[in-house]
């Protein structure tokens, strides 16, 4: 079963839809991810390069069975704009496992929504009879490595690369 969608509020009051992602807001991530930075693009997926239309379209029109997806939004002169995206992708070789991704738009750094997008991200897992969560991040990903000790992740250098962090959350 989907999780409903939520409304939280952000600190100075802005609204933030929090829900599952569906294929037809396509164009809504295709809009954020070319809105990234190239910092934040980088930290989301450890290199410079940049996400197919194929990769984009996979990431919108997902198989709930497997993954999930959940994706803030919030209204910007009156139309919908993605702010945020954290999802899971079950493990095929560790049963009760699954490995999660979470980025933010910029000017939506900093402001609480990591958190609240990842707790939901959690929440719908555990729902799901996910049992461990990991990811891996860079090690220099500082507000990532904040994020995920803030809820309770442990951490560890990835075997044969000092530059990335495994992060590993159960349920």
Do not use: C
């Amino acid at each position: 079963m989907l999780p409903a969608p939520e409304t939280w509020i952000a600190p100075d009051g802005t609204p933030v839809t929090i829900r599952p992602i569906r294929a037809d807001d396509l164009g809504l991530e295709t809009e954020f991810v070319d809105g990234l930075s190239p910092a934040s693009s980088y930290q989301r997926l450890m290199s410079a390069r940049r996400l197919s239309p194929d990769e984009l379209r996979h990431f919108t029109d997902i198989d709930y069975a497997h993954e999930m997806a959940l994706i803030a939004v919030t209204s910007v002169g009156g139309r919908e704009r993605q702010v945020g995206v954290a999802r899971y992708v079950k493990s095929t070789s560790v049963p009760g496992e699954a490995e999660f991704a979470i980025v933010l738009s910029d000017d939506w750094q900093k402001r609480g929504l990591g958190t609240k997008l990842l707790s939901s991200l959690v929440a719908a897992a555990k729902r799901d009879g996910v049992r461990r969560v990991v990811g891996t991040t860079s090690s220099a990903n500082s507000a990532m490595l904040a994020l995920a000790g803030k809820m309770g992740f442990k951490r560890a250098l990835h075997a044969g690369s000092a530059s990335t962090t495994t992060l590993a959350l159960e349920l």
